[in-house]
């Protein structure tokens, strides 16, 4: 009984052009402080990953050109992506490999780069459209 009386009020209130204005009015504004609330969220956090992104790429070029001083003797080690390490029973047969945390951070690195793209809406993702296989018995006599 209740619900149908204010039912019956509130059509009654949306004849009026006053509050009609009004919940325009409103329905624009929260409308628009939404949009706001999204940009600037989207914005915050770009620039906190150009932040972050900053900070590791100085950090790795510090490391790529401190390691390439110090292995520059070795073949592609003035790359700085290697590391030194000794294997053997006594730990006397150096070994150099591609350092796995130089790969992890490129990793980190291309990470931060997608995630930024795809914030700002530059990242496409591009799905290979399949043709259909011509199985015509021409096609057939004009491969064999």
């Not at 509130?10 to 949009?35: D, H, M, P």
């Not at 969220?41 to 932040?51: D, H, W």
């Amino acid at each position: 009984m209740a619900s149908a009386a204010a039912a019956l009020s509130a059509s009654r209130l949306l004849t009026n052009a006053k509050v009609c204005s009004r919940i325009r009015e409103l329905q624009e504004t929260l409308s628009a402080a939404t949009i706001a609330l999204e940009i600037s969220g989207r914005n915050a956090r770009v620039a906190a990953l150009q932040k972050r992104w900053d900070r590791l790429c100085a950090g790795f070029g510090l490391v790529l050109d401190k390691r390439g001083a110090e292995m520059a003797d070795l073949p592609g080690g003035a790359s700085g992506l290697l590391v030194r390490s000794y294997k053997g029973k006594e730990a006397d047969r150096l070994v150099t490999r591609i350092d796995p945390g130089v790969v992890s951070l490129v990793a980190e690195l291309r990470g931060h780069e997608r995630q930024a793209a795809e914030e700002l809406g530059q990242w496409k993702t591009r799905v290979e459209e399949r043709k259909p296989l011509d199985a015509s018995q021409a096609a057939i006599t004009l491969a064999c």
